[in-house]
Each structure stands twice: as structure tokens, then as C-alpha cells.
């Protein structure tokens, strides 16, 4: 096993994708292994910038869908250069709170942007740079719905419709039937429940490959 470890959490709005990320980190400071944890968009002072033009409701002018797209990999360019890659080359292992599967979920799935583009961003953004690990938290849109609507604010994405949730999530499952690094966790059901889940089959993952 390498030294360092890059794990993302994905899944739609409302599947409870930061929690995820504090268990796991719990669980990998139990291993002494020194982690860091970061969220798409954001992470570093210029991508976080970025992720408040992303996530606002903008009043005076509609933002494009495809402007979205750019700015989710200028944020990710930025978090790969100065966080992600030279924390793995120390050793340090990453957690993500979100990466680029989730552009091709929401823009791709969502918004319905032509794979060719997003094929084409990857590849120059991120080169080679993989997840060694993706926990996927499946709910279904409607329950993410009831959970988002419950949150004192909602943002940009978490104000679309349930075709928009149902799209995207269609795209992820479509993609994590066919991934062999994963870890697929029902989302739907109670949070300790999940959580419970999440540290159960985290921790299988880590006594075979550590």
C-alpha cells in the first residue's frame, strides 16, 4: 500500500457528506495516520472565493451553467496544486469532501453538459490524479430534499428541483456500478445508522489494504 491515501466522499446535497468525513478522519487518527481534510469548491483561500460565486443566488444576473463548470475546475486546479498533491507527497492522506465525479454527476447528469467537455477538463486539470477511495452516500432525491429544506439556508444547487437531484444521482450510480474502488453506503436511513455503516466498512477497507 502507498504511504498516502487520497479517500473522497460523494453524493448528492443532503447525503450527509461532511459528517462522513469527520468519521472517517476519527477512524484514521485511531491508525495514527496523519490526514487532512478539504471540501470542493473550496479549500484554499482563491478556491473558496470561487466557491462563494458558485454557491450564491445571484439576483441581477443569471449564471451559466458552463461558467459553473469552469469555475468548479478552476477551485479543484487550485486545491490540487496547493493542497491535495503536496500533502500526498508528504504522505499525508487526503479526504475530500467532494472531487471531480461530482462534476460529472451535476453538470454532466444535471445540467446535461456533453461529456466531451468535462473529459477534456479533467484530463488537463487533473492529469492522473485519481481517488484511491470513493464512499458513496446514496439517498434518495426526495429524502434530500426533506433534509435540505429543513436547513435554515439553502444555496444554488440545493434550490434545484427533484428532476435535477434525480438526474445527478442517476449518473453517480451508473458510475459507482462500474468502479471497483468504492464503497457504497445507503444514506437514507438513520445517522447513526449511516455512520455506524461508514466506520464498519472503512475499516475493512483499511486491514486489507494498510
Same mark, same amino acid.
Given at each position: 500500500m502507498k504511504n498516502h491515501q487520497f479517500i473522497v466522499v460523494e453524493g448528492i446535497d443532503g447525503s450527509g457528506k461532511t459528517n462522513a468525513c469527520n468519521v472517517i478522519q476519527k477512524i484514521l487518527k485511531k491508525y495514527n495516520i496523519k490526514t487532512i481534510m478539504v471540501r470542493e469548491p473550496g479549500g484554499t483561500p482563491i478556491a473558496e472565493n470561487i466557491r462563494n460565486i458558485i454557491k450564491k443566488k445571484h439576483k #441581477? =444576473? +443569471?449564471i451559466?451553467?458552463?461558467? &459553473?463548470?469552469?469555475? !468548479? #475546475? *478552476? *477551485?479543484? !486546479?487550485?486545491?490540487? =496544486?496547493n493542497i491535495i498533491q503536496p500533502s500526498l507527497k508528504?504522505?499525508?492522506?487526503?479526504?475530500s469532501d467532494r472531487h471531480d465525479l461530482s462534476s460529472y454527476a451535476y453538470q454532466g447528469g444535471g445540467f446535461k453538459i456533453n461529456n466531451t467537455l468535462l473529459t477534456m477538463l479533467r484530463k488537463n486539470i487533473l492529469g492522473s490524479l485519481r481517488p484511491d477511495l470513493t464512499i458513496y452516500l446514496d439517498v434518495l432525491p426526495g429524502v434530500a430534499i426533506q433534509r435540505i429544506l429543513s436547513r435554515k439556508k439553502t444555496d444554488y444547487f440545493e434550490n434545484?428541483?427533484?428532476? /435535477? /437531484? &434525480?438526474?445527478?444521482?442517476? /449518473? #453517480?450510480?451508473?458510475?459507482?456500478?462500474?468502479? +471497483? @474502488?468504492? &464503497?457504497f453506503i445507503n *444514506?437514507?436511513?438513520?445517522? +447513526?445508522?449511516?455512520?455506524?455503516?461508514? =466506520?464498519? @466498512?472503512f475499516i475493512q477497507w483499511i486491514e486489507k489494504n494498510i
Open positions: #441581477y =444576473e +443569471n451559466h451553467k458552463k461558467t &459553473i463548470l469552469l469555475l !468548479m #475546475y *478552476a *477551485a479543484r !486546479m487550485q486545491l490540487i =496544486e508528504n504522505n499525508i492522506w487526503v479526504i434545484k428541483k427533484l428532476n /435535477f /437531484f &434525480i438526474r445527478t444521482r442517476n /449518473f #453517480y450510480l451508473k458510475w459507482i456500478h462500474k468502479n +471497483n @474502488k468504492k &464503497i *444514506a437514507n436511513l438513520k445517522k +447513526n445508522i449511516v455512520h455506524q455503516d461508514i =466506520e464498519n @466498512k
